[in-house]
């Protein structure tokens, strides 16, 4: 029996990884943030550029912005070679609540710390 794919049917692009991801997406949340800061920026800065020239800079343009992307994607790709994926106790955050820093006659007298989860108060 043949399998078909879905378009959702995406995996995490690191090497080894088979995490679902799903369209739009090309690393697993682990690997996405094992990435330096740097490298993140320079990837999403290539892609933004070589989708902003696909439809109105001459061809030569949008073949030297592509060239920088995948250059970038190749990059992020060896780096990811080296590292672990990021644990997802790392990628927790904390928040404060602003309120709380507004005016110190607030009731409470301290702030109230929240700790966030993907996308979720705990």
């Given at each position: 029996?043949?399998?078909?794919?879905s378009?959702?049917?995406?995996?995490?692009?690191?090497?080894?990884?088979?995490?679902?991801?799903?369209?739009?997406?090309?690393?697993?949340?682990?690997?996405?943030?094992?990435?330096?800061?740097?490298?993140?920026?320079?990837?999403?800065?290539?892609?933004?550029?070589a989708?902003?020239?696909?439809?109105?800079?001459?061809?030569?343009?949008?073949?030297?912005?592509?060239?920088?992307?995948?250059?970038?994607?190749?990059?992020?790709?060896?780096?990811?070679?080296?590292?672990?994926?990021?644990?997802?106790?790392?990628?927790?955050?904390?928040?404060?609540?602003?309120?709380?820093?507004?005016?110190?006659?607030?009731?409470g007298?301290?702030?109230?710390?929240?700790?966030?989860?993907?996308?979720?108060?705990?």
């Amino acid at each position: 029996m043949r399998r078909t794919f879905s378009k959702l049917d995406v995996h995490c692009a690191a090497e080894g990884c088979d995490v679902r991801i799903g369209k739009g997406k090309l690393f697993c949340k682990g690997h996405y943030f094992s990435l330096p800061k740097a490298l993140r920026d320079r990837l999403w800065s290539a892609w933004r550029a070589a989708m902003t020239a696909y439809a109105r800079a001459p061809r030569l343009e949008q073949d030297r912005l592509n060239r920088e992307y995948q250059q970038a994607y190749q990059d992020c790709r060896e780096y990811l070679r080296t590292v672990r994926p990021t644990s997802a106790e790392a990628m927790t955050t904390v928040a404060y609540d602003a309120r709380d820093f507004a005016s110190p006659h607030i009731e409470g007298g301290q702030p109230q710390q929240f700790n966030y989860f993907s996308g979720r108060m705990l």
